[in-house]
């Protein structure tokens, strides 16, 4: 019902900069029940990890690792989710995966629905 599509990942040298976009498509009445976006990553051989999350009210969380460089933000109706990444390291390389939890509200079933996206390759060399 809704497509998660990922881009702006690439090389970068420590130090660097990117930027990540993530734009949801689909049913409209889905994308505005998106309550929460964000991006998760995964590296060779480790487990996918939760990057940043965003309310629909706009409140943030963070994994320790990231915060101070990283801002997830998103605009257009929850249409678009951002992930600003500064002050990027080599060990943040990972295949960055956006996502968005549906909630179709309390009486539905199930109530809460994620949708994936194929993932953006981000490597950063030193």
């Known amino acids: 019902q809704v497509q998660m599509v990922e881009s702006g990942g690439g090389l970068v040298q420590a130090g660097g900069s990117l930027r990540l976009s993530c734009a949801a498509s689909?049913?409209?009445?889905?994308?505005?029940?998106?309550?929460?976006m964000g991006w998760y990553r995964q590296a060779p051989g480790k487990q996918r990890e939760l990057v940043a999350t965003?309310?629909?009210?706009?409140?943030?969380n963070y994994t320790d690792s990231v915060k101070g460089r990283f801002t997830i933000s998103r605009v257009n109706a929850k249409v678009t989710v951002y992930l600003q990444m500064n002050s990027l390291k080599p060990e943040d390389t990972a295949v960055y995966y956006c996502?968005?939890?549906?909630?179709?509200?309390?009486?539905?079933?199930?109530?809460?629905?994620?949708?994936w996206g194929k993932g953006t390759l981000v490597t950063v060399s030193s």
């Open positions: 689909g049913s409209i009445f889905s994308i505005f029940r998106l309550n929460n």
């Open positions: 996502n968005g939890l549906e909630d179709k509200g309390a009486r539905a079933t199930p109530r809460f629905v994620n949708y």
């Open positions: 965003i309310s629909s009210g706009g409140s943030t």
